[in-house]
């Protein structure tokens, strides 16, 4: 039996990736989770009903939190503030949240853990790059792990995000180099699907097309992103884990397909069986980039691992699901 522990759990990436261990022979999934952002819903209780998962409510910035844990084979670390809202609005928080936790998870991995040959991941995120097209003007397309990171304006709140996941990384790719723990990290591009917040641009148009909103605002219509469907993307965070041959590396997950936002929202229109008689194509937020492409050859090559979902079925999924959860008032 492998004991899991999976930070952040009761989020979207950690709830999905916990659904699909749990449904698996020899997993024993530990969720912690402050519940800043996640929902305790009919999902998590669902899910928490299950005799091998145990859900657990905490605040990982405080020290006393990690210490009364132990007896791992695999830890999760997914906490964080997501949301490009949030980025704006309560940048220190972002950073005061990702780098504490970082750190006390990291001492206690080390030295309380006391799991043998146990792993560790890391869930970063492609904004840790991000700036780099800002700074140096171009960017391979695809875009290999190994460009450069950087931090282009810290005075843009949106760099609370990026900055704290870059620094997240260098502590777990020093921390596992000075202390010889088996760790990986991974860098999600564009994640999407059911239960996955109301802030990001999916949900977000699918609201829109639900209240029929004249004229109908499109921001960075222009700009792309490789959407990665979230069954496929907790199969590849599980295939990085298992695998030997990712340990001490950095791997992208996404897709290999680049949509341009102004096609995606027309595919939505067409799902959803309806649109705007009138377009309001606005700016992107201040620091968001304009293309995004993922190169997942090297994930391919050592786990074998590829997106399988199309779009088109990622969005009928996921529509379905806000359909059914509308954004609750006043949220």
């Given at each position: 039996m492998k004991r899991v522990l999976i930070t952040g759990g009761a989020g979207f990436v950690g709830l999905h990736l916990a659904k699909r261990l749990a449904a698996q022979d020899g997993y024993e999934v530990y969720i912690v989770d402050n519940f800043f952002r996640s929902q305790d819903d009919a999902e998590l209780a669902t899910l928490k009903a299950l005799p091998n998962v145990a859900v657990r409510e905490a605040d990982l910035t405080r020290k006393e939190t990690w210490d009364d844990m132990s007896g791992f084979d695999?830890?999760?670390?997914?906490?964080?503030?997501?949301?490009?809202?949030?980025?704006?609005?309560?940048?220190?928080?972002?950073?005061?949240?990702?780098?504490?936790?970082?750190?006390?998870?990291?001492?206690?991995?080390?030295?309380?853990?006391?799991?043998?040959?146990?792993?560790?991941?890391?869930?970063?995120?492609?904004?840790?790059?991000?700036?780099?097209?800002?700074?140096?003007?171009?960017?391979?397309?695809?875009?290999?792990?190994?460009?450069?990171?950087?931090?282009?304006?810290?005075?843009?709140?949106?760099?609370?995000?990026?900055?704290?996941?870059?620094?997240?990384?260098?502590?777990?790719?020093?921390?596992?180099?000075?202390?010889?723990?088996?760790?990986?990290?991974?860098?999600?591009?564009?994640?999407?699907?059911?239960?996955?917040?109301?802030?990001?641009?999916?949900?977000?148009?699918?609201?829109?097309?639900?209240?029929?909103?004249?004229?109908?605002?499109?921001?960075?219509?222009?700009?792309?992103?490789?959407?990665?469907?979230?069954?496929?993307?907790?199969?590849?965070?599980?295939?990085?884990?298992?695998?030997?041959?990712?340990?001490?590396?950095?791997?992208?997950?996404?897709?290999?397909?680049?949509?341009?936002?102004?096609?995606?929202?027309?595919n939505i229109f067409v799902l959803m069986g309806w649109k705007p008689q009138t377009l309001d194509i606005k700016n992107s937020p201040e620091g968001s980039v304009k293309r995004r492409l993922a190169d997942v050859s090297k994930i391919k090559k050592d786990t074998g691992w590829e997106a399988k979902t199309p779009l088109e079925d990622g969005l009928k999924k996921t529509i379905e699901w806000y359909l059914k959860n509308p954004k609750p008032a006043g949220k």
């Open positions: 695999q830890v999760y670390h997914l906490v964080g503030i997501n949301g490009t809202r949030l980025f704006y609005e309560i940048p220190h928080e972002v950073l005061r949240i990702g780098v504490s936790t970082i750190l006390h998870g990291l001492e206690w991995f080390r030295t309380k853990n006391k799991t043998p040959n146990a792993k560790i991941i890391y869930t970063s995120s492609n904004e840790a790059y991000g700036d780099a097209l800002k700074a140096f003007g171009q960017l391979p397309l695809p875009t290999p792990e190994s460009v450069p990171l950087v931090v282009a304006d810290p005075y843009n709140p949106r760099s609370s995000y990026s900055a704290q996941k870059l620094i997240g990384e260098l502590f777990f790719i020093h921390y596992a180099k000075a202390y010889n723990f088996r760790m990986s990290i991974v860098r999600p591009h564009n994640f999407y699907g059911p239960r996955a917040g109301y802030e990001h641009v999916i949900p977000e148009v699918v609201g829109r097309v639900s209240a029929k909103v004249e004229p109908f605002p499109i921001f960075g219509a222009d700009d792309t992103r490789s959407f990665c469907y979230i069954d496929d993307a907790v199969e590849a965070i599980q295939a990085v884990m298992e695998s030997s041959a990712t340990d001490s590396g950095t791997y992208h997950i996404g897709t290999t397909e680049e949509t341009v936002i102004s096609d995606l929202v027309q």
